[in-house]
């Protein structure tokens, strides 16, 4: 069985930064993509980031230039750092894991099959 623990959410000021971890226990199951997701209060969602196995990445607009997923192999985590936060970037955050290769880019969240249970991030203006 698969499971993704989210951590490190929180409260902070606009212009402030936030480091998500995502800590995967997958047994024999190989992830090939792994991302993370948000959900808005107005229950809006949209793909964050992405990490495949071979290394490439891929960012929603909203968060080019402002946001880095990377992963620990050693300890199988995966890490959003989050800098210069807007009120807008508030929400629910949610790691994903895919057990297929998908296709490039950010892609709808019902290609990935595995989910932590999310942690909320809150950016105050």
């Known amino acids: 069985e698969v499971q993704m623990v989210e951590s490190g959410g929180g409260s902070v000021q606009a212009g402030g930064s936030l480091r998500l971890s995502c800590a995967m226990s997958?047994?024999?199951?190989?992830?090939?993509?792994m991302g993370w997701f948000r959900r808005t209060p107005a229950n809006e969602g949209e793909g964050v980031a992405r990490?495949?196995?071979?290394?490439?990445?891929a960012y929603a607009d909203s968060v080019k230039g402002r946001f880095t997923i990377s992963k620990d192999n050693a300890k199988n985590i995966l890490f959003l750092q989050m800098s210069n936060l807007e009120p807008e970037d508030s929400a629910m955050y949610y790691c994903?894991?895919?057990?297929?290769?998908?296709?490039?880019?950010?892609?709808?969240?019902?290609?990935?099959?595995?989910w932590g249970q999310g942690i909320q991030v809150t950016v105050s203006a």
């Open positions: 990490l495949a196995s071979d290394g490439v990445t």
């Open positions: 997958t047994g024999p199951v190989r992830l090939y993509v």
């Open positions: 994903a894991g895919a057990h297929n290769p998908l296709l490039p880019g950010i892609v709808d969240d019902l290609w990935y099959h595995h």
